[in-house]
């Protein structure tokens, strides 16, 4: 099981930041592609960003120069810092590892940005 913890949602004013964080399993975390995805009431769930294990990282176009993925190997962490934000923003999200035997998601952490 990875466990991952996500935390640092909140409410913010619109052109605000917040920062996300998700700790993970070590055994997992060490091989895993982390990723964010994000769920708004009535829509499909979506990948906001993800890194591998040798930081590539990749972004949805509507959070590209907004928000920025990274991940600490001494804490078993990955983080979302997300500027700017804007009120489509909304939504939870969710953190997300990938190994090549399985996938584990996070409980989900609250975003709202008002506007």
């Known amino acids: 099981q990875a466990h991952l913890l996500e935390s640092g949602g909140g409410l913010v004013q619109a052109g605000g930041s917040l920062r996300l964080s998700c700790a993970a399993s070590e055994n997992i975390f060490s091989i895993a592609t982390m990723g964010w995805y994000r769920q708004a009431p009535g829509k499909q769930r979506e990948m906001v960003a993800t890194i591998t294990i040798t930081h590539s990282t990749n972004y949805a176009d509507s959070v590209k120069g907004r928000f920025t993925i990274s991940r600490d190997t001494a804490s078993s962490t990955v983080f979302l810092q997300m500027n700017s934000l804007k009120p489509e923003d909304s939504a939870v999200y969710y953190c997300?590892?990938?190994?090549?035997?399985?996938?584990?998601w996070g409980q989900g952490t609250q975003v709202t940005v008002s506007s």
């Open positions: 997300k590892s990938t190994t090549y035997l399985n996938s584990y």
